[in-house]
């Protein structure tokens, strides 16, 4: 015999089914829309690196045997397939002092320069090396797939620096 005791538990049994049923199908969309913005994010990296046409903002400078410093202007490694910009700060020890003061960043235009660019897993490996400079520098570009990257800085005359940030291409600054 169904009583209606019987009858309310039934009903509360398939509203907790159709609740989570719900919920598992409102996750499903969101996980696939998040998927969707992720490759659209990789394929525009990809473009940006494949093109050499992007622009490194470092938010955080890693000095070596140092702490990390958070940097609050606004400092960049400009890459274009004819030209690199940096302006970036230095902190670490330098071997040779520069005659003028105000050369104590990294700070250079170069147009003679080597753009070496290796596919990994999970994004590039961008090694950068200036020809024209009075101080050439050799960088190391570790750019992940969804933007994130990794700068380190190395010249024969001072300790390396890293930095961390993410690219984003040059239109937008």
Request: aromatic share 12%.
């Amino acid at each position: 015999m169904i009583t209606l005791n019987t009858i309310s538990l039934h009903f509360v049994f398939i509203q907790n089914i159709m609740k989570q049923l719900f919920l598992i199908s409102l996750l499903g969309l969101f996980v696939s829309c998040t998927s969707s913005q992720d490759t659209a994010k990789t394929q525009a990296v990809a473009q940006m690196v494949d093109a050499q046409e992007y622009i490194f903002i470092a938010e955080t400078a890693l000095p070596l045997g140092g702490k990390s410093i958070y940097l609050t202007s606004t400092y960049s490694l400009q890459v274009k397939n004819d030209s690199l910009q940096a302006y970036l700060p230095y902190f670490g020890r330098a071997y040779v002092a520069p005659i003028n003061p105000a050369q104590g960043g990294i700070q250079f235009d170069s147009e003679n320069f080597t753009y070496n660019s290796k596919k990994k897993k999970d994004g590039w490996l961008i090694e950068l090396e200036t020809k024209d400079q009075q101080r050439n520098y050799k960088m190391l570009l570790d750019i992940s797939s969804s933007g994130y990257a990794h700068l380190s800085v190395n010249s024969y005359d001072r300790q390396t620096i890293s930095f961390n940030s993410y690219i984003e291409s040059i239109g937008k600054k």
